[in-house]
């Protein structure tokens, strides 16, 4: 069946002059999944009951169910635990800032790139999210938390970019004037860097931010974190980079997590500062949040203020993340992971 809440609001109504009915019920139905965030066909009430029932014997109709939440004691992010229509289990954060309320998306079930210190990709990749599973994360957390959310983060568990289509079509459903309308503006996807979804994802000339999970100044660095690495070189994807400021004009985030005693040292600030210098960029510092399963530890407070001040003299626009959530699993897949051990 087909998944209606991942349909355009043209593609809906199309399926509604096939099934007899008049064009103008689409939007309705559009802001009823989209704006009203409906749980189901029933609490549409003011569409007519036939339609409904056809509907619900025609359609998918996709909805979250909350299997955990843990809330932090130290800043009041709150991440949950959801299961999908399969019962497959994602991870979605809230978390509260100054300029509004962020949340942060999962855009698969597992993750296939295999990066040495997260806990998303331990058991590889599931299966890929649907554009309304991804929108779901955010709509179910609007219900749950009773708060508007401003922006969205694709930094969850996953690669969105391998999942590049449902991407799309969910950035589209996001922006859309009949839905919740976040600007792309207010959007970042973040990836562990293909190269050629990078530069599909220029030509498209989107406004969201892009993030690149680089870890490491060289390519023998980043290869010791990333297995991407060994498929894509340094140089290539600063070309890339290059590419989605020339065609969208946005600058670019690069993240860096500083692994004690694999990434953190003089030289690897150096080799960034290096890296990075004639970039308009800006990078983000994650002290690594060290995963049970990985034998990874946090740099000493010291070394990552000196790694910062080293970028800084060397002109480069940095900052250190705010580890929000640190006493919930705050990274990407511990969650999902200890419920997956218990079951
Ligand atoms: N696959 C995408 C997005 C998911 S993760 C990507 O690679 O960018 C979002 C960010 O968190 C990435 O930079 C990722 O490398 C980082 N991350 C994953 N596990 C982490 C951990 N244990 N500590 C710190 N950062 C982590």
Same mark, same amino acid.
């Given at each position: 069946?087909?998944?209606?809440?991942?349909?355009?609001?043209?593609?809906?109504?199309?399926?509604?002059?096939?099934?007899?009915?008049?064009?103008?019920?689409?939007?309705?139905?559009?802001?009823?999944? /989209?704006?009203?965030?409906?749980?189901?066909?029933?609490?549409?009430?003011?569409?007519?009951?036939?339609?409904?029932?056809?509907?619900?014997?025609?359609?998918?109709?996709?909805?979250?169910?909350?299997?955990?939440?843990?809330?932090?004691?130290?800043?009041?992010?709150?991440?949950?635990?959801?299961?999908?229509? %399969?019962?497959?289990?994602?991870?979605?954060?809230?978390?509260?800032?100054?300029?509004?309320?962020?949340?942060?998306?999962?855009?698969?079930?597992?993750?296939?790139?295999?990066?040495?210190?997260?806990?998303?990709?331990?058991?590889?990749?599931?299966?890929?999210?649907?554009?309304?599973?991804?929108?779901?994360?955010?709509?179910?957390?609007?219900?749950?938390?009773?708060?508007?959310?401003?922006?969205?983060?694709?930094?969850?568990?996953?690669?969105?970019?391998?999942?590049?289509?449902?991407?799309?079509?969910?950035?589209?459903?996001?922006?859309?004037?009949?839905?919740?309308?976040?600007?792309?503006?207010?959007?970042?996807?973040?990836?562990?860097?293909?190269?050629?979804?990078?530069?599909?994802?220029? %030509?498209?000339?989107?406004?969201?931010?892009?993030?690149?999970?680089? /870890?490491?100044?060289?390519?023998?660095?980043?290869?010791?974190?990333?297995?991407?690495?060994?498929?894509?070189?340094?140089?290539?994807?600063?070309?890339?980079?290059?590419?989605?400021?020339?065609?969208?004009?946005?600058?670019?985030?690069?993240?860096?997590?500083?692994?004690?005693?694999?990434?953190?040292?003089?030289?690897?600030?150096?080799?960034?500062?290096?890296?990075?210098?004639?970039?308009?960029?800006?990078?983000?510092?994650?002290?690594?949040?060290?995963?049970?399963?990985?034998?990874?530890?946090?740099?000493?407070?010291?070394?990552?203020?000196?790694?910062?001040?080293?970028?800084?003299?060397?002109?480069?626009?940095?900052?250190?993340?705010?580890?929000?959530?640190?006493?919930? %699993?705050?990274?990407?897949?511990?969650?999902?992971?200890?419920?997956?051990?218990?079951?």
């Amino acid at each position: 069946m087909r998944d209606i809440k991942s349909l355009t609001l043209e593609e809906l109504k199309n399926e509604m002059v096939k099934m007899g009915e008049k064009p103008f019920r689409a939007k309705q139905m559009y802001q009823w999944m /989209h704006q009203k965030l409906a749980r189901s066909f029933a609490e549409m009430s003011n569409l007519p009951l036939s339609l409904r029932e056809k509907c619900a014997e025609n359609y998918d109709y996709t909805a979250l169910k909350q299997v955990r939440m843990q809330e932090s004691a130290i800043d009041g992010t709150k991440k949950y635990l959801f299961a999908l229509g %399969d019962g497959k289990l994602v991870e979605s954060v809230f978390m509260r800032y100054k300029h509004g309320n962020s949340v942060c998306i999962s855009s698969q079930v597992g993750c296939r790139m295999g990066c040495a210190f997260c806990a998303s990709t331990i058991g590889g990749l599931e299966r890929c999210l649907t554009p309304s599973e991804m929108l779901d994360q955010i709509y179910a957390i609007t219900l749950l938390t009773k708060e508007r959310v401003s922006n969205v983060v694709v930094m969850g568990c996953g690669e969105p970019l391998d999942n590049y289509d449902n991407l799309l079509r969910f950035l589209e459903l996001l922006n859309d004037e009949n839905g919740l309308h976040i600007s792309q503006r207010s959007v970042t996807v973040s990836t562990c860097g293909l190269v050629p979804q990078m530069r599909q994802l220029a %030509d498209k000339g989107l406004q969201i931010t892009l993030a690149l999970s680089l /870890h490491g100044a060289t390519d023998e660095k980043r290869r010791r974190l990333m297995p991407i690495a060994n498929k894509y070189r340094i140089a290539e994807l600063m070309e890339a980079c290059a590419y989605y400021f020339e065609k969208t004009g946005r600058r670019i985030t690069f993240e860096y997590a500083l692994v004690g005693g694999v990434n953190d040292g003089d030289e690897d600030a150096m080799a960034l500062s290096t890296l990075l210098k004639d970039l308009n960029c800006h990078v983000n510092l994650i002290p690594v949040n060290p995963v049970k399963e990985r034998n990874f530890t946090q740099p000493q407070p010291l070394y990552i203020a000196a790694f910062k001040n080293k970028l800084e003299k060397n002109g480069i626009n940095v900052t250190i993340r705010r580890e929000m959530g640190r006493d919930i %699993d705050g990274a990407c897949g511990q969650l999902r992971k200890r419920q997956l051990a218990l079951q």
